[in-house]
């Protein structure tokens, strides 16, 4: 069982910038990948940026250059450093967490991002 405890969303105006963190904590292998997702009203959820444990990051092309995702690996931690917001960035901030070789995901409770002026 892992547990997820996302913060840093809230109101920011276009171009502005918000930090988002999320702490695991429970069973967490050497060898896991953390990394958020988001979700707009009426739409699906979609990936944002990914962190595996070892270094190798990767990110959605609607973000690339604006978002940077890194972690805490003594600390289990991932942020997500989001500049030159944007209104369709707006939506719920999910964190996602896996122990590579399970098949178990876990998810934050999540947190919301409202980009408008």
């Known amino acids: 069982q892992v547990r997820l405890m996302e913060s840093g969303g809230g109101p920011v105006q276009p171009g502005g910038s918000l930090r988002l963190s999320c702490g695991a904590s429970?069973?967490?292998?050497?060898?896991?990948?953390m990394g958020w997702y988001r979700q707009a009203p009426g739409k699906e959820r979609e990936l944002v940026a990914t962190?595996?444990?070892?270094?190798?990051?990767n990110y959605a092309d609607s973000v690339k250059g604006r978002f940077t995702i890194s972690r805490d690996n003594s600390k289990n931690t991932v942020y997500l450093q989001m500049n030159s917001l944007k209104p369709e960035d707006t939506a719920a901030y999910y964190c996602?967490?896996?122990?590579?070789?399970?098949?178990?995901?876990?998810w934050g409770q999540g947190t919301q991002v409202t980009v408008s002026s």
């Open positions: 996602n967490f896996r122990n590579l070789g399970s098949s178990m995901t876990y």
């Open positions: 429970g069973i967490i292998l050497s060898i896991n990948v």
């Open positions: 962190h595996r444990s070892g270094g190798t990051t």
